[in-house]
């Protein structure tokens, strides 16, 4: 049974956590393929994205998750709202808590903040990416699209190729993939690859050529020059030509290679329009598996409540106890596990 309020990073999520998202993502998927296996269980609740940073994948996903659940859907569109008017983040979400949102998924740019939304609501909170830390749900689905087309991930050497340093997404596959068993190599400018990526448990190659050599997947990220402080390389145009992945480049990779992007994709930068198109490419799976994944998270955030609405029954609030940083799955077992110290600061 998932016991957990919130999704909020897969650092702290164990295998098992892990492979119950992605079990249910299968018959999520085929009910998204056949609207008639669609059961609505979701009915009874309602979800809230926050994105304060701009998306079309995640939001979209996120929303038609929740609508072929049965959720009532509803957008704080950010830019008409009070946070306009000096509103904080938490004041928000506090103000959203109180009309009954059942689940809130928050796109910010800020490290941390949903954690810090997570501390202080009663509703479950869905990390859709935290600046350069983590964006849980796409690592996700990355897995649940290796899974399907290589019927594993444990032994996969998984080459993930571009600006590293800025990516929330590589952060969340590399915690994801290698709690999986996959042997994850990073590879870029060297600017754009910090060395310290090596203590998350992923590899750092000396060059791209070495990250391709004899890789099952290969997944490259986007330049993301809105959160670079300064130029990190010459320009877009050097990048591609000395990091962008061209067939040629494929020959050093396994013959039936996986080629992975979360998009959106700058054709002819990170990958040229022969790889986007060719057969081994899977990025538009992607985006309909993000959905599966997405539902099946959702239908699990919405049990689970049951399980911590319960326990807010016997007299000691739960929201006091998550807001110590206590794990709900210790909830009726007292203080068994480490309560980190949790800022409310924003």
């Not at 992007?261 to 309909?288: F, K, M």
Request: with cysteine.
């Amino acid at each position: 049974m998932w016991t957990k309020k919130d999704l909020l990073g897969l650092r702290n999520m164990d295998i098992k956590e892990i492979q119950m998202i992605l079990d249910l993502a299968k018959e999520k998927k085929e009910q998204i393929q056949d609207p008639l296996k669609r059961n609505h269980p979701c009915s009874l609740y309602n979800m809230m994205t926050l994105f304060y940073e701009n998306s079309t994948r995640t939001k979209m996903s996120f929303t038609l998750a929740g609508q072929y659940l049965g959720m009532q859907v509803s957008d704080l569109g950010v830019q008409t709202s009070s946070v306009n008017k000096g509103e904080s983040l938490v004041d928000t979400a506090l103000t959203l808590d109180q009309m009954g949102v059942d689940v809130m998924v928050l796109r910010h740019s800020m490290t941390g903040a949903p954690h810090l939304l997570a501390q202080n609501v009663k509703a479950s909170v869905i990390n859709a990416g935290d600046g350069s830390n983590e964006h849980p749900t796409q690592a996700l689905l990355d897995m649940f699209t290796i899974l399907e087309k290589k019927k594993k991930i444990a032994g996969l050497k998984v080459a993930i190729i571009g600006d590293i340093a800025h990516s929330r997404v590589a952060r969340s596959n590399v915690f994801g993939l290698t709690k999986m068993g996959a042997k994850v190599v990073l590879g870029g400018p060297s600017a754009l690859v910090p060395s310290t990526m090596t203590c998350l448990g992923a590899e750092v190659a000396e060059d791209i050529l070495s990250a391709i050599q004899d890789a099952d997947v290969i997944m490259g990220l986007r330049i993301q020059q809105e959160r670079q402080k300064g130029g990190l390389f010459p320009d877009l145009r050097e990048y591609a030509h000395c990091f962008g992945i061209h067939p040629e480049l494929l020959t050093l990779a396994k013959p039936d290679v996986l080629i992975l992007h979360p998009g959106p994709v700058n054709r002819g930068i990170e990958l040229t329009t022969e790889i986007i198109d060719g057969p081994h490419s899977a990025i538009y799976e992607q985006v309909q598996n993000g959905v599966a994944i997405r539902m099946a998270l959702l239908h699990l955030l919405t049990e689970g409540r049951k399980y911590y609405e319960n326990l807010d029954q016997t007299g000691e609030s739960y929201r006091s106890f998550y807001q110590e940083g206590g794990d709900l799955r210790y909830f009726d077992r007292g203080w068994e596990n480490p309560k980190p110290a949790a800022s409310r600061a924003i």
